[in-house]
Each structure stands twice: as structure tokens, then as C-alpha cells.
């Protein structure tokens, strides 16, 4: 069987204290990035802003995010399946609240433990590029 790539946006979303929002999608395990899949015509930032919209009702303008990189991961909760993902980074200065498919939000810290829990691209990809970014100006 082929796999199938979806592609999509999600965003490192940061409160004050640099801990790294999460979300969990109703029915599943895995916690990931807020963001979704991509519409046809659809950018990454025009996709992004839609998704946190609808999951977290929240409207940042598109100069709050600043590109992190474009990956490809194993999906989290879709068998055969592999995403291509463009992710962004911005801080957050608002509260959010779980909205729409979303079950469950948890903050995660620099130092927190990374459980299993944790989806592919955001173990893999995600988490050793921004700590290392998150860091850095402290090591200096």
C-alpha cells in the first residue's frame, strides 16, 4: 500500500515562562503541535491562522510567526501515512483554551520529561531544534 503525504502547519507556540504549547486531538494518545492540514490554494501561514482559530480561538497576525523549518514525519495518528509539515514559532501573550477536535492542551518545559506520548515529528524533529534555539541566548 502507498503512503500518503498530508501537508501541514503548526506552530511553537511559547508562553512567558519558555514552556511549549501542546494539544491532543479528541481520540487519540499522541500530543502534537496546535496546527492542521493544509486546503487546497491554501498557504502555510493562511492554514495556520485558520487552524489556531478554530482550536484555540486564537488570532495572531502573520508577522507573530517566524519560520522554523519544513519537515517530513511519520503521521501520529494516521497509519501509513507521513506529513509534510511547515513549522513556525511565536510567543503567546494571551491565554488559549482547548476549542473544536482538541481534548486535552499540557505546557511543556525545557527540562519536562519526553514521554512516548509525544508525536513523531515533535520528538524527532521539533523539540532538539527549538531547546537548542531556546538555549542558546542562555549559554551566552
Known sequence: MALQ????AAACLFD???RLLLVRKRGTQMFMLPGGKREPGESARQTLARELDEELNLQLPATAFTPLGQFNEAAANEADTRIEADIFRAS???PVAAAAELEELRWLHPHDERGADLAPLLRS???PLIWLKVRTPQAT
Request: proline fraction near 0%; avoid cysteine; glycine fraction near 16%.
Open 5 to 8: 503525504l498530508l501537508r501541514i
Open 92 to 94: 503567546l501573550g494571551q
Open 16 to 18: 512567558d515562562t519558555g
Open 125 to 127: 524533529h521539533v523539540l
